[in-house]
């Protein structure tokens, strides 16, 4: 077809199923997805002037390409505005010759039935009702929303987002989730104008990222899907020019207050079975395409990876909550207590084979500032400081990743990956070797990335099916894992750590 592999290839090495998968799977490194279908049915026209067996041949290999095309992308159909006029064309082309596929029924009816539940994005038809208003994880207010089920974030899903002024008074937009920041910019304007702002302050605005250590990022007007891109405690700031240096983080970001907090009155068990929980709602967000185009920076057009940015996200938020509660507690001994507690939750984790959460706790109690509190270390019995120390061990990236990877592969499904991990692999591969050598197509990259792509399927083949007892505080528990708040400013952990122990090692 399109494809001319760099390299032999024999049946054995790559049944024809699995070549399938490979293509559709990893066709954006080499093949925007529009022009990979109109290929497609370019392919599928030209078998029709063919005779006998050759020509059906070809047809029904479209038909399975196309089958297979459907089943992997199905809701990122969504987002591609050029693809539904090519895949229902195509599809019309097939079913007209649908009397040629007597040993294929089960086929054409399985095509009928994708065309009709997948969701194509036409362009010149009437635009959908307006969509609901999506909430990001991060900026919950309200229990009730935190509370719902994670469902998978698009594009065109349109969200509330504040933006705010060097002040810090801010305006709330609404807007698509893959909006750029020429359109973020212009909501923005209309509502200072609409505020009855002094006239010319919108004239020339920019757009930027500032986080709570007061880092500023200036986003360029081409720029999309800035809002998952966001650190945890970073927020937008519409300003002109000659206001940019003077741009400071909002004042509640830095504001500590020490003291007893919701982790002193849960128990391990109760947090541990959230955490899994919730993050296996976010890992099955996540559609396995969004690992290729994170990593292989949106070849078919645009990257749609917001629910894979906002699970790493949600794991940088869980080691700086495992900071941030032991940094914010006072008493020594509660503090040790709390590490035990930590410990207790990371084994757990483990035991729910949620290694995301255990890595992201464990890597919080290896911060630099909880690690030098060598008094508070120094009160934690014998067993868990030797525990803590086989989990160190885990997640030493020693040997690329030795020990990790021995334990995840012993494991069955279902399981939560330390995902950060997959998409280094799937860096390294990317960068190993060329996608197209001489000018052909090199299938041994694509079949590698795909492998890795399927680890993923396996991890989520099976339901999770934790046993939770509906306790009392349940429900107030379940908000409190789901919506962390942490402090991601090291230079502000390091500060409170040297109030605590200013002489420890």
Same mark, same amino acid.
Request: proline share 5%; charged share 25%.
């Given at each position: 077809?399109?494809?001319?592999?760099?390299?032999? $290839?024999? *049946?054995?090495?790559?049944?024809?199923?699995?070549? =399938?998968?490979?293509? /559709?799977? #990893?066709?954006? @490194?080499?093949? +925007?997805?529009?022009?990979?279908?109109?290929?497609?049915?370019?392919?599928?026209?030209?078998?029709?002037?063919?005779?006998?067996?050759?020509?059906?041949?070809?047809?029904?290999?479209?038909?399975?390409?196309?089958?297979?095309?459907?089943?992997?992308?199905?809701?990122?159909?969504?987002?591609?505005?050029?693809?539904?006029?090519?895949?229902k064309?195509?599809?019309?082309?097939?079913?007209?010759?649908e009397? $040629?596929? *007597?040993?294929?029924?089960?086929?054409?009816?399985? =095509?009928?039935?994708? /065309?009709? #539940?997948?969701? @194509?994005?036409? +362009?010149?038809?009437?635009?959908?009702?307006?969509?609901?208003?999506?909430?990001?994880?991060?900026?919950?207010r309200?229990?009730?929303?935190?509370?719902?089920?994670?469902?998978?974030?698009?594009?065109?899903?349109?969200?509330?987002?504040?933006?705010?002024?060097?002040?810090?008074?801010?305006?709330?937009?609404?807007?698509?989730?893959?909006?750029s920041?020429?359109?973020?910019?212009?909501?923005?304007?209309e509502?200072? *104008?609409?505020?009855?702002?002094?006239?010319?302050?919108?004239?020339?605005?920019?757009?930027?990222?500032?986080?709570?250590?007061?880092?500023?990022?200036l986003?360029?007007?081409?720029?999309?899907?800035?809002?998952?891109?966001?650190?945890?405690?970073?927020?937008?700031?519409?300003?002109?020019?000659?206001?940019?240096?003077?741009?400071?983080?909002?004042?509640?970001?830095?504001?500590?207050?020490?003291?007893?907090?919701?982790?002193?009155?849960?128990?391990?068990?109760?947090?541990?079975?959230?955490?899994?929980?919730?993050?296996?709602?976010?890992?099955?967000?996540?559609?396995?395409?969004?690992?290729?185009?994170?990593?292989?920076?949106?070849?078919?057009?645009?990257?749609?990876?917001?629910?894979?940015?906002?699970?790493?996200?949600?794991?940088?938020?869980?080691?700086?909550?495992?900071?941030?509660?032991?940094?914010?507690?006072?008493?020594?001994?509660?503090?040790?207590?709390?590490l035990?507690?930590?410990?207790?939750?990371?084994?757990?984790?483990?035991?729910?084979?949620?290694?995301?959460?255990?890595?992201?706790v464990?890597?919080?109690?290896?911060?630099?500032?909880?690690?030098?509190?060598?008094?508070?270390?120094?009160?934690?019995?014998?067993?868990?400081?030797?525990?803590?120390?086989?989990?160190?061990?885990?997640?030493?990236?020693?040997?690329?990743?030795?020990?990790?990877?021995?334990?995840?592969?012993?494991?069955?499904?279902?399981?939560?990956?330390?995902?950060?991990?997959?998409?280094?692999?799937?860096?390294?591969?990317?960068?190993?070797?060329?996608?197209?050598?001489?000018?052909?197509?090199?299938?041994?990259?694509?079949?590698?990335?795909?492998?890795?792509v399927?680890?993923?399927?396996?991890?989520?083949?099976?339901?999770?099916?934790?046993?939770?007892?509906?306790?009392?505080n349940?429900?107030?528990?379940?908000?409190?894992?789901?919506?962390?708040?942490?402090?991601?400013?090291?230079?502000?952990?390091?500060?409170?750590?040297?109030?605590?122990?200013?002489?420890?090692?």
């Amino acid at each position: 077809m399109m494809l001319r592999p760099g390299y032999p $290839l024999s *049946q054995e090495s790559f049944p024809i199923d699995i070549l =399938l998968d490979d293509i /559709v799977l #990893t066709h954006s @490194l080499f093949l +925007p997805t529009e022009k990979f279908l109109q290929e497609l049915h370019q392919y599928f026209v030209r078998a029709g002037g063919m005779e006998g067996p050759e020509g059906l041949g070809r047809k029904q290999a479209c038909l399975a390409m196309l089958l297979h095309f459907l089943d992997t992308y199905q809701g990122l159909l969504q987002e591609e505005e050029g693809a539904g006029h090519i895949i229902k064309d195509l599809y019309l082309l097939i079913m007209k010759d649908e009397s $040629l596929y *007597q040993g294929l029924r089960e086929d054409t009816l399985r =095509l009928h039935q994708l /065309v009709e #539940t997948v969701e @194509l994005k036409i +362009p010149e038809e009437n635009q959908p009702p307006s969509k609901q208003v999506k909430p990001l994880f991060r900026h919950f207010r309200r229990i009730d929303s935190c509370l719902q089920t994670r469902v998978a974030f698009r594009g065109s899903d349109e969200i509330f987002c504040r933006v705010y002024m060097p002040d810090h008074s801010y305006v709330t937009i609404r807007s698509r989730l893959s909006a750029s920041v020429q359109d973020i910019l212009g909501s923005v304007t209309e509502k200072l *104008q609409y505020s009855e702002e002094p006239a010319g302050r919108e004239d020339s605005l920019i757009l930027v990222a500032v986080s709570s250590s007061g880092e500023k990022v200036l986003l360029q007007p081409t720029e999309d899907c800035v809002f998952t891109a966001l650190g945890i405690n970073s927020h937008l700031f519409a300003c002109t020019r000659d206001s940019y240096e003077a741009l400071v983080p909002l004042p509640e970001e830095i504001q500590v207050s020490p003291g007893d907090t919701e982790i002193h009155r849960v128990e391990p068990e109760d947090v541990a079975n959230h955490l899994t929980a919730f993050h296996w709602e976010l890992f099955r967000c996540v559609h396995e395409l969004e690992f290729v185009d994170y990593v292989f920076h949106g070849e078919r057009g645009r990257r749609e990876t917001a629910n894979l940015e906002l699970l790493l996200q949600r794991c940088s938020e869980v080691t700086h909550w495992v900071a941030t509660e032991v940094l914010l507690c006072e008493a020594p001994g509660k503090r040790a207590q709390l590490l035990k507690k930590f410990i207790k939750i990371a084994a757990l984790c483990k035991q729910n084979q949620d290694l995301l959460s255990f890595y992201a706790v464990v890597m919080g109690l290896d911060n630099a500032a909880v690690s030098r509190l060598r008094l508070t270390w120094e009160k934690l019995p014998g067993k868990f400081k030797n525990l803590f120390r086989k989990f160190e061990n885990l997640t030493d990236p020693c040997r690329n990743h030795k020990s990790y990877r021995e334990v995840i592969s012993k494991m069955k499904p279902p399981v939560i990956p330390f995902v950060p991990l997959i998409l280094k692999d799937l860096t390294f591969l990317h960068e190993g070797s060329k996608t197209l050598v001489d000018g052909l197509v090199n299938i041994e990259k694509l079949h590698s990335v795909a492998e890795k792509v399927r680890t993923i399927r396996k991890y989520r083949s099976r339901p999770l099916c934790l046993d939770m007892e509906a306790s009392p505080n349940h429900l107030q528990t379940k908000a409190y894992v789901r919506q962390f708040q942490v402090i991601d400013n090291q230079n502000l952990l390091f500060e409170l750590s040297y109030k605590l122990e200013a002489n420890s090692q």
